[in-house]
T-cell receptor, first 111, second 113 residues
Framework: GESVGLHLPTLSVQEGDNSIINCAYS??????FIWYKQESGKGPQFIIDIRSNMDKRQGQRVTVLLNKTVKHLSLQIAATQPGDSAVYFC??????????FGKGTSLLVTP | GAGVSQTPSNKVTEKGKYVELRCDPI?????LYWYRQSLGQGPEFLIYFQGTGAADDSGLPNDRFFAVRPEGSVSTLKIQRTERGDSAMYLCASSSGANEKLFFGSGTQLSVL
């Protein structure tokens, strides 16, 4: 996976492989982090969240890892499926309501 | 409702016109948010309501933008004297409170010609 940068990074994986999408955040005061999935023409869909008092959280086929020391967040998707193809955004907040979104990573799952 | 509902899904208007975008949040959610998303970018915060009041409108780009939530449920984002640069996807989200999961609607794609 690639960190969010000036251009929308793209991650291409084969169906069945695991995917790792990375995100760097800048505000050390942020205490709540969310991953969203966005398909073309739709609004962001909640995937998983994590608070700053945790460093790992698991959901169904997804795991979020938080490294506060280096201000890094990652999303791991197990057994990636074609339906996982979308743009993935990490978001952070310290205010509790105003989310700061990264630019996103495009995940392309090939058969 | 089952999810956040936004209407219209698409809005095409001419430069200088006035537009209103509507958001119907998840039933029972006290917090409501408006975000704006340009192509290839992540959503950007515009305004946050807790109940009927705008708790933070610091993301509104200028005084042509205004939002209301008179009864603490449905919200309307109003844009006066639209400019071509206002063209974007306008997203509404709601949550059960601050620092809780935000659930987004499908957005209104605004095109200013």
């Amino acid at each position: 996976g690639e960190s969010v940068g000036l251009h929308l990074p793209t991650l291409s994986v084969q169906e069945g492989d695991n995917s790792i999408i990375n995100c760097a955040y800048s505000n050390s005061a942020s205490d709540y982090f969310i991953w969203y999935k966005q398909e073309s023409g739709k609004g962001p869909q909640f995937i998983i969240d994590i608070r700053s008092n945790m460093d790992k959280r698991q959901g169904q086929r997804v795991t979020v890892l938080l490294n506060k020391t280096v201000k890094h967040l990652s999303l791991q998707i197990a057994a990636t499926q074609p339906g996982d193809s979308a743009v993935y955004f990490c978001a952070e907040t310290f205010s509790g309501y105003a989310l700061n979104f990264g630019k996103g990573t495009s995940l392309l799952v090939t058969p | 409702g089952a999810g956040v509902s936004q209407t219209p899904s698409n809005k095409v208007t001419e430069k200088g016109k006035y537009v209103e975008l509507r958001c119907d949040p998840i039933s029972g959610h006290t917090a409501l948010y408006w975000y704006r998303q340009s192509l290839g970018q992540g959503p950007e915060f515009l305004i946050y309501f807790q109940g009927t009041g705008a708790a933070d409108d610091s993301g509104l780009p200028n005084d042509r933008f205004f939002a209301v939530r008179p009864e603490g449920s449905v919200s309307t984002l109003k844009i006066q004297r639209t400019e071509r640069g206002d063209s974007a996807m306008y997203l509404c989200a709601s949550s059960s409170g601050a620092n809780e999961k935000l659930f987004f609607g499908s957005g209104t794609q605004l095109s200013v010609l």
